[in-house]
Nanobody, 121 residues
């Protein structure tokens, strides 16, 4: 499984970005897809994830501002990030696992490269 994340950039506080994660996998719908982020000097943290069964979960820090969606035809997951705050500045990475939804990074088997999101205040 190969994952390709894109869509990061520089945005002002209050702005928005949409991240994409394209997966090279035969049975995309069988995978849980997650987003994680890591800010400088901080531990990697869970952001959001889609479960293979269709459910989703978000961290408290992004709930109500970030929204997941996916395009099965393109094997792509999107993370729409609205009302961005300076605290959202981090490298965002997508990950996949072929089991149910979890929030621990160690439980994801496949990782894409990160994409930088910088929010200026």
């Amino acid at each position: 499984v190969q994952l390709q994340a894109s869509g990061g950039g520089l945005v002002q506080a209050g702005g928005f970005l949409r991240l994409s994660c394209a997966a090279s996998v035969r049975t995309f719908s069988s995978y849980t897809m997650g987003w994680f982020r890591q800010a400088p000097g901080k531990e990697r943290e869970f952001v959001a994830a889609f479960s293979w069964s269709g459910g989703s979960t978000y961290s408290e820090s992004v709930k109500g501002r970030f929204t997941l969606s996916r395009d099965h035809a393109k094997n792509t997951v999107f993370l729409q990030m609205n009302s961005l705050e300076s605290e959202d500045t981090a490298i965002y990475s997508c990950a996949a696992r072929n089991r149910g939804i979890v929030t621990a990074a160690r439980d994801y088997n496949y990782w894409g490269q990160g994409t930088q999101v910088t929010v200026s205040s």
